[in-house]
């Protein structure tokens, strides 16, 4: 069984919005028709040639990535240059290519919730702010006795969320009237005869960014045949979006017990640190990939220990004073372990939606190595 590509790129877009990435990146569909099926997709942090490779013996019709295959423009596509080769390969071999670069980053669960789970940290900030998923309010009616019904499917990591709790709804009792019309199918009542049906008014904040699939599910498990329904937007601020994240442990660590953990954590047998490191550390900063840019924001937010995958030499060097300190883990290393998590997400999200596409994930190496 196989679904079309233009399909999985929809959910991808609902799930980590193409939206949320940062001014300039490249997300979305890179190569392929978007009407041609997709029965099985690898997932990789980027498209390197031996990744290509393994699509093919895959049999794969579609592989996404974290990194953007064509971050630069191209100027040509000559096979006898790696890029060249590369597209060349792809297009032949009828493989298609997405991405989700800096709005996986971003997302709730994306990259970096999960890089700070990992390191049990607690009370998780978003690092750089850079947008807000605003609140809505889903009204639905339903008739009473199938208000749980609805709470169960509409609920999920987002939805129905407020603060430190979930499953937060609010339910309010009416009389609904319908007259059923010629060709209906009502759930109580007869066809020309006005009804009249205790109900329940559901309501449920919703972000903008999961309003589509809150509402598909509604619609899946409703009795009714024309449920009745609002999507309206509140006032209320969104949930922070951003780059980064900001958290703390229950009790300081040894500096020396967080890089361990950190080298466990990323797989490394070593980590570069510059600055002058703290005794002990209660909180810690991350941003995977190429995060030198935030060094500064991360001392301001009150962080002892900054930790990300690439710094360049100037954002590093100046300023340092005792008591902080950067940890660096390698481009590569800071987000190629999510992407089997992130293939686990896209199993649930795609059954949840219906959509039957085996997901499957690269056995990618680091591109460079130290001796």
């Not at 009407?35 to 997709?41: G, I, K, L, R």
């Not at 300023?319 to 089997?340: I, K, Q």
Request: hydrophobic share 45%; aromatic share 8%; net charge negative.
């Amino acid at each position: 069984m196989s679904v079309l590509l233009h399909e999985i790129i929809a959910r991808l877009d609902a799930h980590w919005p193409f939206s949320w990435a940062v001014a300039g990146d490249r997300v979305g569909l890179m190569v392929g028709h978007p009407q041609s099926p997709v029965a099985t997709m690898l997932v990789a942090l980027e498209a390197s040639a031996p990744v290509v490779a393994e699509a093919q013996a895959r049999g794969a019709q579609l592989l996404l990535t974290h990194h953007p295959l064509l971050y630069q423009p191209v100027a040509t596509v000559q096979e006898d240059r790696p890029q060249g080769a590369l597209l060349a390969a792809l297009i032949r071999g009828g493989i298609a290519v997405a991405a989700c670069h800096t709005n996986l980053d971003i997302a709730p669960e994306g990259v970096n919730d999960y890089l700070a789970r990992l390191l049990e940290l607690a009370d998780l900030e978003v690092l750089e702010e850079t947008g807000r998923d605003a609140w809505h309010k889903l009204t639905v009616f339903v008739p009473v006795g199938y208000e749980d019904r609805l709470r169960r499917a509409l609920a999920d990591e987002r939805v129905g969320v407020i603060g430190r709790y979930s499953h937060c709804t609010f339910t309010a009792r009416g009389q609904g009237t319908y007259l059923p019309l010629e060709g209906a199918r009502p759930f109580a009542g007869q066809v020309a005869v006005l009804s009249r049906a205790p109900e329940s008014r559901l309501e449920v904040l919703v972000p903008a960014s999961r309003v589509g699939a809150a509402v598909s599910r509604m619609l899946a498990v409703h009795p009714y045949e024309e449920p009745a329904y609002d999507v309206y937007p509140v006032q209320n601020p969104g949930a922070p979006l951003g780059l980064g994240r900001v958290g703390r442990w229950a009790s300081p660590l040894p500096f020396e017990e967080v890089v361990s953990r950190v080298k466990e954590v990323f797989g490394v047998p070593y980590v570069k640190i510059w600055g002058h490191p703290p005794q002990e550390v209660g909180c810690l900063a991350l941003c995977s990939g190429s995060g030198g840019d935030l060094i500064a924001l991360a001392r301001q937010r009150g962080a002892q220990v900054y930790l990300t995958g690439e710094v360049r030499h100037h954002q590093a060097t100046p300023g340092f004073t005792d008591g902080f300190a950067v940890l660096e883990v390698g481009h590569f290393n800071s987000e190629v372990l999510f992407m089997p998590e992130w293939a686990r997400q896209l199993r649930r999200h795609f059954e949840a939606g219906g959509l039957q596409v085996r997901v499957e994930v690269a056995r990618e190496e680091a591109p460079c190595r130290y001796r």
